[in-house]
């Protein structure tokens, strides 16, 4: 399931910039006069350029772009590229976004040749080509696709979703929006980090977050926060068993962790152990800041989720969950729901209930 969540996750972004490419390409018919100026002075192009050749051109070498776009973004998601800074992946990335551009081009000419034009009008074209359009595609190329991979880029910091909503300003004025919060902490995290110092704790603390990056695309979730050793993920509220699924994610986060156990001894001496709460409810979306700018949450159920969070301590490290989310999960066997009471988080008048969580796939880890 997460290889296919994986997929899913690479062939979006590539149907994206499949998309933005195509609009740079017409894009560049329209605006490139001084480019084409040549051609349509002479005659040499106005029949290619103002008759269908042009589209097709432009849907061959989208479509077989996005093709090895596809490739091109799936060994660019494996760990060992995102571990670059985003200056390099973003270089990297468009140059070999230029390779398979060149091979795209070499595609049209194919498609060009056995379908479209004869041989003598293909070399008549080719051969017509001058330094100016050769310069002046150039550039328009390359400001493309390293503006493209800028916003893929941006995209991935600020979470998929989220970079339309700031581009439209639609979180400008609060929003009301039912919420699923999963808190997560890393356990002894004070000890740990004594024990492999700062520099070494910090990589630590990276290769935990990119174990949990496989999980969040299973899941579908949303990272809304790091904050030190603590993950921040959420849901919207609007599927049955979304519920469900968090705290799938919570316990396939563990056991992912757990089967890497001899790579984290190996390296760091020590294998992490998250422990978690969980809470659901409305809360208000708004875009907050000016310099720096992010949507973020407010209301209850972050609180209370927090406050689950350091109950975990006191129930051996397990999942907390609340009373309500209790409620808003069904069909769920793999489970074992132990009810610890009520508590009253500060602020607050009404009691919460809250009940610690087992999977018994998990043994000991659960």
């Given at each position: ?118 041989p003598e009008e293909l070399a008549s074209i080719i051969g017509s080509t001058t330094p100016k359009f050769l310069i002046s595609a150039s550039l328009w190329l390359t400001m493309c ?95 049955r068993d979304t519920p469900l699924q968090s705290l799938r994610a919570f316990f396939d986060f563990k056991e992912k962790l757990s089967s890497r156990k001899a790579l984290y001894e ?101």
């Amino acid at each position: 399931m997460v290889m296919k969540t994986k997929k899913r996750f690479v062939l979006w972004d590539s149907i994206i910039i499949l998309v933005l490419f195509a609009i740079s390409v017409y894009l560049f018919y329209l605006a490139a006069a001084w480019g084409i100026s040549d051609y349509l002075a002479d005659n040499a192009y106005r029949d290619y350029v103002t008759g269908p050749g042009v589209h097709w051109e432009n849907l061959i070498l989208s479509l077989s772009f996005g093709l090895l776009l596809a490739v091109v973004n799936a060994w660019s998601d494996t760990p060992r590229v995102r571990r670059l800074p985003v200056g390099s992946i973003i270089v990297l990335k468009s140059l070999l976004y230029l390779l398979s551009f060149a091979f795209a081009c070499t595609c049209v000419m194919l498609v060009f040749r056995l379908f479209l034009f004869s041989p003598e009008e293909l070399a008549s074209i080719i051969g017509s080509t001058t330094p100016k359009f050769l310069i002046s595609a150039s550039l328009w190329l390359t400001m493309c696709i390293l503006m493209i991979n800028f916003i893929m880029e941006v995209r991935r910091k600020v979470g998929p979703g989220n970079l339309s909503a700031l581009f439209t300003g639609y979180y400008r004025h609060p929003r009301m929006q039912d919420r699923i919060f999963l808190f997560l902490d890393l356990k002894a995290s004070t000890t740990i980090a004594e024990r492999l110092g700062p520099e070494k704790y910090s990589r630590f603390l990276r290769q935990c977050y990119y174990d949990l990056n496989e999980v969040v695309l299973d899941y579908r979730a949303q990272i809304y926060q790091f904050v030190g050793d603590e993950v921040v993920l959420s849901w919207k509220n609007q599927v049955r068993d979304t519920p469900l699924q968090s705290l799938r994610a919570f316990f396939d986060f563990k056991e992912k962790l757990s089967s890497r156990k001899a790579l984290y001894e190996k390296k760091y001496g020590v294998v992490p152990l998250f422990r978690g709460g969980i809470d659901a409810g409305v809360v208000t979306a708004t875009e907050v800041g000016d310099i720096k700018r992010e949507i973020a949450y407010h209301g209850d159920p972050l609180n209370t989720a927090a406050r689950l969070l350091e109950l975990s301590k006191t129930y051996g490290d397990r999942l907390v969950i609340s009373g309500k989310m209790k409620d808003e999960i069904s069909n769920a066997a793999e489970f074992i729901f132990d009810y610890q009471g009520e508590i009253q988080p500060r602020g607050k008048t009404e009691k919460v209930a809250i009940y610690t969580v087992r999977n018994d796939k998990l043994g000991s880890l659960s």
